[in-house]
């Protein structure tokens, strides 16, 4: 029986040679390498060995709420944000515009439409991402078109139709667990 830790190994293995192999593409084909091996770790456990003994049974009305399938998964659109072509000055204006930027995501995370956000290490220009609770790219597009950096031109939007865990859609209630501010 492979277990789960040799499981991960292989899959890490497999993985970091198509990196090493794919080296010379974009910092976008990389995110979305590293993505995929994100999605498929959190993916793996549950086809590579049986829930230990004690583990919490399946919870249907939970699965519901997340909007899983059987197999516990769900269809979001990943949005790469990368700088535009018409970046804010700083100063006043682009305080204003950042502070709508997190409003914003504020507004679309208590209305159970942006799963996860964050910045991105900014590498060719990439700086930012954004996970929607949707499997319509219209209505990631109209989401995002809410946003202060892309109606200010700060950053574009590149987007990408995403299948992972339903439980991402549990992550902004616990986040609000964990802030200590």
């Not at 004690?54 to 919870?59: C, I, L």
């Not at 109209?142 to 339903?166: C, N, R, W």
């Amino acid at each position: 029986m492979v277990t789960r830790r040799t499981a991960r190994i292989a899959l890490l293995v497999c993985l970091c040679q198509h990196v090493d192999y794919c080296s010379r593409e974009t910092a976008m084909s990389r995110i979305s390498i590293a993505l995929l091996a994100a999605a498929a770790l959190l993916h793996l456990p549950a086809h590579a060995q049986q829930a230990p003994p004690g583990a919490p049974a399946y919870d249907a009305a939970l699965a519901q709420s997340l909007g899983a399938s059987e197999q516990g998964m769900r269809p979001y659109v990943l949005v790469l944000l990368k700088t535009g072509s018409k970046p804010v000055p700083k100063g006043a204006d682009r305080d204003r515009m950042f502070a709508g930027h997190f409003a914003n995501m504020a507004r679309l995370a208590k209305e159970k439409k942006l799963v996860i956000a964050g910045p991105l290490d900014g590498v060719d220009g990439v700086r930012g991402m954004f996970v929607f609770a949707t499997d319509s790219l219209d209505e990631a597009r109209a989401l995002v078109a809410t946003d202060p950096v892309i109606v200010q031109g700060e950053m574009v939007a590149a987007y990408h139709k995403f299948f992972s865990t339903a439980a991402l859609m549990a992550v902004n209630d616990i986040h609000h667990r964990i802030v200590k501010k």
